[in-house]
């Protein structure tokens, strides 16, 4: 079962199978964050708040005592296309990262059982709740990725 949990938050971590979210951090210039490129229904901070908030919100759903249910998609997604200002930005990339180790160190401790039920449901497990942040961020981190082609700030 320990493999299992270095395996699980390796893959929380990302650069399993995608980019790591903080390599693209590092790579996408604040000037950018805010453009949705021709065609796109978003632009890459759209997509980093979603990813953030939607981490936030299985965080809570898994551990939380006074969990509140979010609406969706009003609560999901920002009300614009760009952080109001680059305090803004950097307060979400703190939070994203303070979660997720949050949601890390949960799940490395023994304490909590994979295959146990959530605090706040007795259907959902905690595997199936990470589980849950491992696709929908590996899922968004890919159009992140195409986001920052087209914009010319990564080739590969």
Known sequence: MEEIRKQLTAHLMGGEAFMPIDEMLKKMPFEKVGIRPEALPYSFYELFFHITFAQKDIL????????????????????????????????????????REMLKEFVADKKNKLDAAVRNSEDHTLLRELMLVIEHSAYHTGQMLVVMRLLGVYEN
């Open 60 to 99: 809570e759903y898994t551990i939380s005592g006074d969990y509140k249910t979010s609406q969706w998609p009003d609560d999901y997604w920002p009300d614009s296309v760009k952080p109001k200002d680059e305090k803004n930005w950097e307060k979400l990339k703190k939070d994203f990262f303070d979660d």
